[in-house]
């Protein structure tokens, strides 16, 4: 009776002391396990004189009732705080910011090809696209260009074949070949816009790269007048720079125009007073273009006696560098991802 004095008198603090669950259940099984004072006494209890057992008996079961209330409590509080532990490890913090999947989009300019070409196409004109690896016939011959020309000069276009003239490869120069190819294969009247990428032996500079982007355009019908390019070309401009941009056409030469001219735009900066964008002049050259020349429309098989035609051809970074105020064509091949989200 002593002994369950002494162990309900040290219970309490020593299952206090457990820490966890283990601990727990360590104590539990030294305080009424199988080999514990309070199993041992029950086993024994047939040994005892009749007269104490009950007495014995009954205080058994009260020590075994009190260590296990003590344990299922201590147990219970245990429980909830290794409950809250995991909580608390597998916390997720739903106020944290999350990450913003980045979306993509086009490139300044594909951009600009496509709303150059949307005007385009709103005027009915078809779009073609035709080698970036060209003969050297639908380069020069087609459009007019004499085999002296200084334009053919290695030093100024880049071949993959070079010196017999009748097999001569090369990177297109310009988008103008895809005017003779067009024709071959189209009966007229035609209204045609060409995007694509243009190749030239020349070392970048703010103006220039070895590869660009042209865009041209061909309409060959009857009765087409410089007029009629005139009107296309200033609506090209008001649509794609502005309602209020005026043009002037100068007289200029390509070979396969005639006469050729150079579209000018009114300087979108000073609105033609002169400034820094147009050094002073109030006009910004824009458009190579003219009325196509007959020779040309005689090398396609088209007759140049019932039809004429205009014919234009623009850079694709120039019109992008006018608009946005870009200073120099590398930042289009750099794609510094910097750069390019500044055009969305
Ligand atoms: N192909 C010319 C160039 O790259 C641009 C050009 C001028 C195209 C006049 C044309 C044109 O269609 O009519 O400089």
Known sequence: MEAFDQLLAQAPARIDLAGDLDALATLEAELVGKKSLIAETR?????????????????????????????????????RVAEDRLLEQDRVDVSLGGYEPSIGMHHILTQTVDEVVDIFTGLGYRVASGPEVELAWYNFDALNTPPTHPSRLESDTLYVEYGDPSDEMLLRTHTSPMQ?????QNDPPVYVVVPGRTFRADALDPTHSPVFYQIEGLAVDENITFGDLKGTLAHFAREFFGSERKIRLMPHFFPFTEPSAEMHMSCYACDGSGCRVCSGSGWIELIGCGMVDPNVLDAVGYDSSKLSGFAFGMGAERMAMVRHGINHIKHFYENDIRVLRQFT
């Open 43 to 79: 086993r024994g209890l047939g040994r005892l004189p009749a007269e104490e057992r009950p007495v014995v008996g009954a205080r058994v079961h009260e020590v075994l009732r009190s260590l296990q209330e003590l344990l299922d409590h201590r147990r219970s509080v245990l429980e």
């Open 180 to 184: 003779a190819r067009y024709m071959e």
